[in-house]
């Protein structure tokens, strides 16, 4: 099994930043890759960024190539969404995803774990 457990969401003004955290734990093979999704309210889930563990591959969706950074800690087994320059339109719940799959894929239905999700909102 695997948990994984968001923090750092919040409230911001549009043009600021935010910095998402997850801690995973348990089997290391079911969590080889790491995705940050988010949904907005009436909307589906929508891919954000992911990170595989080993080598570090990134890969992000084009709503927020240049903004947002994907990155890991190793040794705290944690996995970082730095989010610049926030628009109102990023708002939504993030959630942090894991995968025994050994590349990133934005499909939701490869991650098989999934965190409780974390709340941003950015004012205009």
């Known amino acids: 099994q695997v948990q994984l457990v968001e923090s750092g969401g919040g409230l911001v003004q549009a043009g600021g930043s935010l910095r998402l955290s997850c801690a995973a734990s348990?089997?290391?093979?079911?969590?080889?890759?790491m995705a940050w999704f988010r949904q907005a309210p009436g909307k589906e889930h929508e891919f954000v960024a992911g990170?595989?563990?080993?080598?570090?591959?990134?890969y992000y969706a084009d709503s927020v190539k240049g903004r947002f950074t994907v990155s890991k800690d190793n040794y705290k087994n944690t996995v970082y969404l730095q989010m610049n320059s926030l628009e109102p339109e990023d708002t939504a719940v993030y959630y942090c995803?894991?995968?025994?799959?050994?590349?990133?894929?934005?499909?939701?239905?490869?991650?098989?774990?999934w965190g409780q999700g974390t709340q941003v909102t950015v004012s205009s």
């Open positions: 990170i595989t563990w080993t080598l570090g591959g990134t």
């Open positions: 348990g089997r290391t093979t079911s969590r080889s890759t």
């Open positions: 995803a894991a995968s025994a799959r050994v590349a990133v894929t934005p499909l939701n239905t490869a991650y098989g774990y």
